[in-house]
């Protein structure tokens, strides 16, 4: 006998019994089912995780099964050899505890009749459960291999902890424990956020070692909370850009379309695609590309210049000899302790971000080490793969790596801090801003020395020079939406600072529109603002944000104002914050706000009938996040939980038990008020 799904074009097909929780595993993530029908079955499997049965016990066996909710499994069907159907899957009336407790063979007897009977049995099921649910955490917290639940040691762990307690196989926890616990972890996160609004969603590709792909969605919340909450494997489908909004914009509804203010990816192809399909169904989402890759891609073009061909090379090739050779490895491990502990060299790796920097600035560090360690003979040098002079003490190719090694890494040193610091989840678009022109001011200042200082001709400054001026202008001055200009601009430190009327890129000039000209006063009062160009193109990308706003319809500011009250109190509050006058010359406190004071600043204003429009725009940029790393996170959760010893796990196997580790690792208790409480109103976080 074998079974198959019934959802048009689903290939899904197993022979034997069609049990419960293999099929509902099936369903919950089958894309060829309706959205309606999944959303049955994932709610069904929560139904029976062991959290649910823990919070709601079941009533004892004598006393009767509580009803269940009515089962989504007839959208799958069973099938003989012959193609003949057999009867459809009917729902379980009794609770996983309840079943276990009547027909475990394993506890010993107990006198029938009268009350012990149900005590006893009821209590042995609690404690069961309260086992399988600890084993299943451990299991998916820690990371452990399931199949350690298989091994004569865990068998006789248990054995010595509880003569009576049978263990449980393999099998069950992957496909019927886990599982449904990451049911319950959707609907609670869902639960969570369709009570917050100014949601961030980002996602982003991958694969596993089977080979399957996959993308990953994650929603990030005002507060910085962090939901994985979508990990949909695709291997039979071409990943097109309409896939991918297909997939996000199903993710979305799920919450609520509304909630959300902003999507970020990184800014390969058909996630690109993506974000601007849904952008354009949907008007009001802020659409972003990630800061970090932005920044990495920034890195990479410079790497790629030929001018660095000849240092990197070397790079390359010392660090994968050390990486070979264990006693050299070991010897300059002894080296760098003699030294106080300096940092050791660094591989070249693939998923980090400005890999070829870090890898090259630990060479510069350990490069007098090494010198020392080839002088006094501690190291011996035969058969490297490399010129044995590069780390030959007074060796004119030891001085001129140096020398190209100091070159590249200052250079791309402003970059990867930045990258560093906006890896943050706390990082918002003004410090994008503020980066950007910290990378373009550094490096004008470096580029300006002369060349005996810097050993950087006037043809390497001028490529990177375009380097930086393309990426900047497409991240700051030509981007989709200006809003890294105009968060920087709502931060009230900065309303009027110099780099707003004397930029400092490299280029030594900033994009802002002219004024405009033969326009009525009334329409633009540009000329009235400290900065004028700054204030005109703040308030032009503010004007759109609160046309979306209007359409939307949701905030309660703009529900409560009429559209011409609405407008006119954004003139009269932008121009107010501007020149820095009441209410807006509240002195910002940096200890406020946990971590996001700019944010708690505006969010103090909110209720403010004079500051109320323009907070709830700022309050909408100050929300949202502006990388994708948590997306990076989940996949460096993924290299850990699929090794190369564990090359045959599924890909929802992976994602039930990472959803599981990420909602139990954080604090997920009341919500309590903040930016994205709809029910809360404008507190503080």
Excluded at 258 to 273: E, Q, Y
Excluded at 496 to 511: C, G, M, R, V
Excluded at 579 to 592: A, I, M
């Amino acid at each position: 006998m074998f079974y198959r799904c019934v959802a048009p074009g689903c290939l899904f097909l197993r022979y034997g019994q069609p049990q419960s929780s293999r099929v509902l595993q099936h369903a919950i993530q089958c894309r060829k089912l309706s959205p309606a029908l999944r959303q049955r079955a994932l709610e069904w499997a929560a139904s029976r995780s062991l959290s649910a049965e823990l919070a709601e016990p079941s009533t004892s066996t004598a006393a009767g099964a509580a009803a269940t909710p009515p089962s989504p499994l007839s959208t799958l069907t069973s099938t003989t050899s012959t193609g003949m159907q057999t009867t459809t899957i009917q729902p379980m009336h009794m609770t996983t505890a309840a079943r276990e407790a009547t027909t475990s063979t394993q506890d010993p007897k107990v006198k029938k009749g009268g009350l012990g009977e149900v005590v006893v049995a009821a209590g042995r099921a609690e404690l069961r459960t309260k086992l399988y649910f600890r084993i299943m955490k451990l299991i998916c917290v820690r990371g452990l291999v399931p199949t350690i639940l298989d091994t004569d040691e865990w068998k006789e762990f248990l054995q010595d902890a509880n003569p009576r307690y049978q263990p449980t196989s393999t099998t069950t926890f992957v496909d019927k424990h886990i599982p449904s616990e990451a049911a319950q972890v959707r609907l609670l996160q869902i639960e969570v956020l369709k009570q917050l609004d100014n949601l961030t969603l980002t996602y982003d590709g991958g694969s596993t070692r089977k080979p399957q792909s996959m993308y990953t969605v994650h929603i990030t919340t005002p507060d910085r909370r962090v939901f994985f909450i979508e990990g949909d494997e695709a291997s039979r489908e071409r990943h097109t850009a309409e896939h991918i909004k297909k997939l996000i914009l199903e993710v979305m509804q799920r919450v609520g379309v509304d909630n959300f203010s902003a999507i970020c990816s990184d800014n390969t192809g058909n996630t690109r695609k993506a974000r601007d399909l849904l952008v354009r169904e949907l008007p009001a989402i802020l659409n972003l590309l990630d800061c970090c890759h932005h920044l990495h891609n920034t890195s990479k073009d410079i790497t790629r210049l030929s001018d660095f061909n000849e240092v990197i090379s070397n790079l390359r090739k010392i660090i994968k000899y050390f990486k070979k050779s264990n006693i050299s490895a070991t010897e300059l491990a002894l080296g760098r302790a003699e030294e106080g502990g300096i940092r050791g060299l660094q591989s070249i790796g693939k998923t980090r971000f400005a890999t070829v920097y870090w890898s090259a600035e630990s060479l510069r560090v350990c490069l007098p080490v090494l010198r020392r360690l080839v002088k006094t003979n501690r190291l011996i040098l035969k058969d490297v793969g490399f010129d044995k002079g590069l780390l030959e003490e007074g060796n004119m190719a030891s001085m001129t790596f140096e020398i190209q090694l100091r070159r590249y890494v200052s250079i791309i040193e402003p970059i990867a801090r930045a990258i560093k610091s906006l890896e943050a989840t706390d990082a918002t678009a003004a410090n994008v801003f503020v980066f950007w022109h910290s990378i373009a001011a550094e490096l004008r200042n470096l580029l300006a020395r002369p060349e005996s200082e810097t050993s950087i001709p006037r043809s390497l400054a001028e490529k990177i020079i375009g380097i930086i001026n393309r990426r900047f202008k497409e991240v700051i001055d030509q981007a989709l939406s200006d809003v890294y200009f105009t968060t920087f601009f709502l931060h009230p430190l900065y309303a009027q600072a110099d780099i707003l009327a004397k930029p400092t890129t490299i280029s030594n000039a900033i994009f802002v529109p002219p004024l405009a000209r033969g326009t009525d006063k009334s329409e633009d009062d540009s000329h009235a603002a400290p900065i004028p160009r700054a204030y005109y193109r703040a308030k032009e990308f503010l004007k759109g944000q609160l046309r979306t706003e209007l359409q939307r319809n949701v905030n309660h500011v703009v529900r409560e104002l009429a559209p011409k009250r609405l407008i006119s109190d954004f003139r009269h509050q932008l121009m107010a914050y501007a020149k820095g006058e009441w209410p807006f010359n509240q002195p910002l406190d940096e200890t406020k706000g946990n971590g996001r004071p700019v944010l708690q600043w505006w969010l103090d204003l909110g209720s403010h009938p004079h500051a109320q429009v323009l907070a709830m725009l700022a309050i909408k940029l100050y929300s949202i996040a502006v990388n994708s790393m948590a997306d990076e996170r989940t996949a460096s959760n993924f290299t850990w939980f699929n090794s190369a010893l564990r090359n045959r796990q599924e890909v929802r196997t992976l994602v039930n038990m990472i959803q599981v580790r990420q909602w139990y690792l954080q604090t997920v208790g009341t919500i309590h008020p903040h930016s994205g409480d709809k029910n809360a109103g404008l507190h503080c976080i």
